[in-house]
C-alpha cells in the first residue's frame, strides 16, 4: 500500500492518497511509517525527477498539495505519537525584494520532504530571521533573492546569525545567487534550484 | 546599407557587414547611469527599435509600472513593486475562479493603434522597426491567475484554462493582426519557458497547448511579408527546434544559461539569436574582458553571415562598462 501511494503522490492524485493514508491508518500502521516509507519517499522520488527534468513544475504543485493532504491526515497521529519533523527550516525573501515564486516553490518541496516551515514571506529584515529562527528552534535558514541589487542582504542576515552566536547554518538561492557568493559571504549551503534546496538543507541538517 | 537593410540581411544569412545591435534597457539604467547609458547609446546606436503604440484612446492602468508600489495594468493585473526603475510581482489572482473567465475585459483600447501614425513613423525611420506586440498568453495567463494556480491548472487542465487560453489568443491574433497591416518590419513574441536547467513546464504540454498560438502569431507575421520575433527568457533548449519548426525568425534568450556551443552546432544558420549576453552574473559581476569572451564565443558558435544580433539589457546591476564591452565586442572584426 506504501509504494502506491508513493505513487498515487508522484501523479498528484490527492484524494487517491487521503483515501490510501485513511486506509493505511486503519489497518494499524503507525503514521511515523506512512510519513517515511509512503509520503516523503514519494516527493523524494519526484524530487529526483524534476532535477532530471523528468517532471515539470505542475506536476511538481500537484503532488505537494496531494502531499499536504496526505499529512493533513497524518498530524494528528504524528503529534500523538510525538514524532518531529526532520528538521525546522526558517525561509524567506530578503528585504527590499517582493519577489517569491521560487521561495514558495522551495518552501512547497521542503514541506513535502516532511521538514516543519516558518515562511516569513517577502521583504524580510535580517532580524526577522533571527527571532523566527530563535522562537522556532530552526535547523537551518533559508533566504531567497531574485534582484542583484537585493541579494546582498543575504550577507547581513550571514553576519547577524553570526553576530547572534547562533550556529545555525544559512542556505541561499535565487536567480543572481552563485556557490563563488556563497562562498564570498560565508553562507553555509547555496542551491541553484528547488530540488538542490532539498538536497542541501538536508545534508546541513543531518551534520 | 540602412540598419533595416542590415538587420533583414542577418535575418536571412547574407550579411557580410556588420553584426546589427539593440540595447534593452530598464529606467534603472537611466536612474542609476545617466551619463554612461547616453554615452553607450550615441557610441552604439540601435538598428531596432519599437514603434510608439499610437493608442487613439489611453490604456486604463493605475500607478505606474517601474515605480514602488501597486501598478494595475490595463488587463487588472496587480503588480507589486518595491523597488525604483524594474517592475513588481504579481500578488494578487484576477481570476479565482474559472466562471469569472466570462466576465474578464480584454483591453480593447490597445486596438485603438492610428496606424497612420505607425506608417508615418516607419517611414521616417531607418532603422528595423518592431511592432508595439508583446503576446504572452502563457505569461498573462500567470498574473490572472496566479502563477501557483496556474501551473496547477496546467497539471489539472479544467475546462476554464482552455476558455481562458482562447479568450487571450483571440485579442493577441486580433491585436497582432492590427499591428501586421501596417508598415513595421516585425512582430514581437514574448513569453518566459525557461527555469535555471529546463523548461517551467514539460515540454509535451508546451506543444500541445502553446505551439500552436505561437504558430499563429509567426503565420500572421509571415503573410504580412513581416518577422516574427521572439524573447523568452530562461534555459528553453528543449523547445529550440519546435520554435524554428514553426518558422521564427529572431529569439532572445538566455543564451549563456543554455550550451551556447551547443546551440550553435545544431541550431546556427537556421535562427537569428536576438542576444542575449548572460545579465544574471556577467554583466553585473564580470569584467569587460569577461564579457568579450563571451561575446567571441556567442560570436564562434552562433554567426553564418548573420543568426546573430548584439543585444543586451542594461538592466538592474548590469556594469556600464560591461555593457560597452558587449556592443564593442561584437564590432571586433572576424
Not at chain 1, 96 to 101: A, Q, R, T, V
Not at chain 1, 176 to 198: C, E, F, K, L, N
Not at chain 2, 156 to 171: D, S, W
Amino acid at each position: 500500500m506504501l509504494k502506491e501511494m508513493q505513487d498515487a503522490l508522484i501523479a498528484g492524485k490527492k484524494a487517491e492518497v487521503e483515501s490510501l493514508v485513511d486506509r493505511a491508518l486503519a489497518a494499524g500502521t503507525p503514521a511515523a511509517t506512512i510519513l517515511n516509507e509512503g509520503l516523503i519517499p514519494g516527493m523524494e522520488r519526484l524530487g529526483v525527477q524534476f532535477k532530471a527534468n523528468e517532471v515539470f513544475i505542475p506536476e511538481v504543485l500537484v503532488a505537494a498539495r496531494a502531499m499536504n493532504a496526505g499529512l493533513a491526515k497524518l498530524e494528528p497521529h504524528l503529534a500523538k505519537a510525538g514524532v518531529k519533523p526532520r528538521g525546522i527550516v526558517v525561509i524567506g525573501t530578503v528585504k527590499g525584494d517582493l519577489h517569491d515564486i521560487g521561495k514558495n516553490l522551495v518552501a512547497m518541496m521542503l514541506r513535502g520532504n516532511g521538514y516543519k516551515i516558518v515562511d516569513l514571506g517577502v521583504d524580510v529584515a535580517p532580524e526577522k530571521y533571527l527571532e523566527a529562527a530563535k522562537a522556532n528552534g530552526a535547523g537551518v535558514i533559508a533566504l531567497s533573492a531574485l534582484l542583484t541589487t537585493t541579494m546582498v542582504q543575504m550577507k547581513a542576515v550571514i553576519e547577524a546569525v553570526e553576530k547572534a552566536g547562533l550556529g545555525i547554518p544559512v542556505v541561499i538561492g535565487g536567480a543572481p545567487v552563485t556557490r563563488d557568493y556563497a562562498d564570498q559571504i560565508r553562507a553555509h549551503g547555496y542551491a541553484p534550484d528547488a530540488a538542490s534546496a532539498v538536497e542541501e538543507i538536508g545534508r546541513l541538517i543531518a551534520a | 546599407m540602412t540598419s533595416r537593410e542590415l538587420v533583414v540581411a542577418t535575418l536571412e544569412f547574407r550579411n557580410r557587414g556588420r553584426v546589427p545591435r539593440q540595447l534593452w534597457t530598464l529606467p534603472w539604467a537611466g536612474l542609476n547611469w545617466p551619463d554612461e547609458l547616453r554615452r553607450i547609446q550615441t557610441r552604439f546606436p540601435d538598428d531596432i527599435v519599437t514603434c510608439p503604440a499610437f493608442l487613439r484612446e489611453p490604456l486604463r492602468t493605475t500607478g505606474q509600472e517601474y515605480e514602488p508600489g501597486l501598478f494595475v495594468d490595463e488587463w487588472g493585473c496587480r503588480f507589486e513593486n518595491k523597488q525604483a526603475g524594474i517592475i513588481g510581482q504579481v500578488k494578487e489572482p484576477v481570476l479565482r475562479d474559472w466562471p469569472e473567465v466570462g466576465g474578464l475585459g480584454v483591453p480593447r483600447e490597445r486596438l485603438s493603434v492610428d496606424t497612420g501614425e505607425v506608417d508615418r513613423f516607419c517611414a521616417a525611420a531607418e532603422a528595423f522597426v518592431l511592432g508595439k506586440t508583446w503576446s504572452r498568453p502563457f505569461e498573462l495567463s500567470q498574473f490572472l491567475r496566479g502563477p501557483e494556480d496556474l501551473y496547477v491548472d496546467l497539471a489539472e487542465r479544467p475546462e476554464g484554462l482552455e476558455r481562458l487560453l482562447r479568450k487571450i489568443h483571440a485579442f493577441y491574433v486580433e491585436e497582432m493582426e492590427l499591428w501586421a497591416s501596417t508598415a513595421v518590419d516585425g512582430l514581437v513574441i514574448a513569453d518566459d519557458w525557461g527555469g535555471q536547467n529546463g523548461l517551467l513546464i514539460s515540454p509535451a504540454l508546451w506543444r500541445e497547448l502553446f505551439k500552436p498560438l505561437y504558430r499563429d502569431y509567426v503565420e500572421i507575421a509571415h503573410r504580412h511579408g513581416q518577422y516574427a520575433f521572439m524573447h523568452s527568457d530562461g534555459n528553453i533548449e528543449a523547445i529550440l527546434p519546435d520554435l524554428i519548426e514553426i518558422g521564427l525568425d529572431a529569439l532572445n534568450a538566455q543564451l549563456f544559461a543554455m550550451d551556447v556551443d551547443g546551440i550553435g552546432e545544431r541550431f546556427a544558420g537556421k535562427l537569428t539569436f536576438w542576444g542575449e549576453v548572460d545579465r544574471q552574473h556577467l554583466l553585473p559581476y564580470g569584467t569587460p574582458a569577461d564579457v568579450r569572451a563571451a561575446v567571441r564565443r556567442a560570436r564562434r558558435a552562433l554567426w553564418r553571415e548573420g543568426g546573430a544580433i548584439a543585444q543586451c539589457e542594461f538592466g538592474i546591476g548590469a556594469r556600464p562598462e560591461n555593457v560597452a564591452a558587449v556592443f564593442e565586442a561584437w564590432d571586433e572584426p572576424d
